[in-house]
């Protein structure tokens, strides 16, 4: 039996081309649990990886979408057995190994978790890696001591995945949440979900002081560059900022100054490669401490046919929150 998938390709003189194709199971990847996907997201690497804007992609051809739910269809390992609803989040599938943008696909049991009981496989794909990544940023700042006791907390790309996850999920823990936007005409959308304050993006993407005023007590960036170095710069004394994307950049044009002079911490946040263990917690975490009612106002949801254009336009920044790919429409 076949299935439809959008594959991404490249020619001897390295120009990439993204065609929809049919593939059977034989066709897919080594691996001993085979998913028949249920349902995925667009995340901006998924953005990036069929744009060609930035080299996402290490194994040609590739089948991209780097999230996935779905019920195991066939299994070797002990750990899943075929009805098990499943969830995958990075581990290089869409990048090095074949994703979620398609029927089916073939993948190693050590990157699957159980779908947490409590969500169903369209909302965990509208949590996705990005709103998975955002509670990696919340845990991440808890386990360094903040709390909302401690003050307000900036999170910047506040329309895209990480934000909105973010801010939704800092706004039912009690913390004050301050949303930075390149699109402030989405301040009453960004005040729903929890912010208390919005500034524009302009604030902090351009070139500032080694030390600024103090403004915040923690942050969540998604956004690198510029954007990181103002973040740390106008942290609170004794607070932290959770770093994990590159929307404006990969680049850290900072000081040491938060560092040695407030005692600011930079943590670091990979979702790509966490343990099971981390993402366990992460995932019971996102069902005790995200409002489903919320995350119902941050998703889009679009079919397997408007994955090419949907992903291109998340990457003009033209798409707000979250994308839910229903694979059966």
Not at 14 to 20: G, I, N
Not at 117 to 144: D, F, N, R
Not at 177 to 185: F, H, P, Y
Not at 255 to 274: C, E, W
């Amino acid at each position: 039996m076949s299935f439809k998938a959008i594959q991404i390709s490249r020619d001897e003189e390295k120009k990439q081309s993204v065609d929809v194709v049919e593939l059977t199971r034989d066709d897919l990847m080594d691996g001993d649990v085979t998913v028949s996907v249920e349902a995925t997201t667009i995340n901006y690497k998924d953005g990036l990886a069929i744009t060609g804007k930035s080299p996402v992609v290490r194994h040609w051809p590739m089948v991209p979408g780097i999230d996935l739910a779905g019920t195991v269809v066939e299994s070797s390992s002990s750990e899943f057995k075929e009805g098990d609803a499943v969830l995958l989040n990075g581990f290089g599938v869409g990048e090095v190994h074949w994703g979620a943008y398609a029927g089916e696909a073939r993948l190693s049991s050590d990157w699957l978790i159980p779908l947490p009981s409590g969500l169903s496989a369209k909302q965990a794909m509208g949590v996705g890696t990005a709103g998975y990544t955002a509670m990696l940023c919340v845990m991440a700042l808890e386990k360094y001591g903040i709390t909302p006791s401690s003050g307000p907390v900036v999170v910047t790309g506040a329309n895209g995945g990480v934000g909105t996850v973010a801010i939704a999920i800092l706004s039912k823990l009690g913390f004050e949440v301050i949303a930075s936007t390149g699109r402030v005409n989405e301040a009453d959308f960004l005040k729903e979900l929890g912010a208390t304050e919005i500034i524009d993006r302009a604030e902090l993407s351009e070139a500032g002081r080694p030390l600024g005023k103090e403004r915040w007590a923690a942050g969540v960036d998604a956004v690198g560059s510029h954007t990181l170095a103002n973040v740390l710069a106008q942290t609170n004394y004794g607070g932290a900022v959770a770093a994990c994307g590159l929307a404006q950049g990969f680049d850290l044009p900072a000081t040491v100054m938060p560092f040695i002079l407030r005692g600011v911490g930079l943590l670091g946040v990979d979702s790509v490669m966490a343990s099971k263990d981390l993402r366990n917690e992460a995932w019971s975490r996102i069902v005790s401490d995200l409002d489903l009612t919320k995350l119902d106002a941050i998703t889009n949801e679009i079919g397997f046919d408007d994955i090419v254009q949907t992903a291109t336009d998340l990457v003009e920044g033209k798409v707000r929150g979250r994308v839910i790919v229903d694979m059966s429409a």
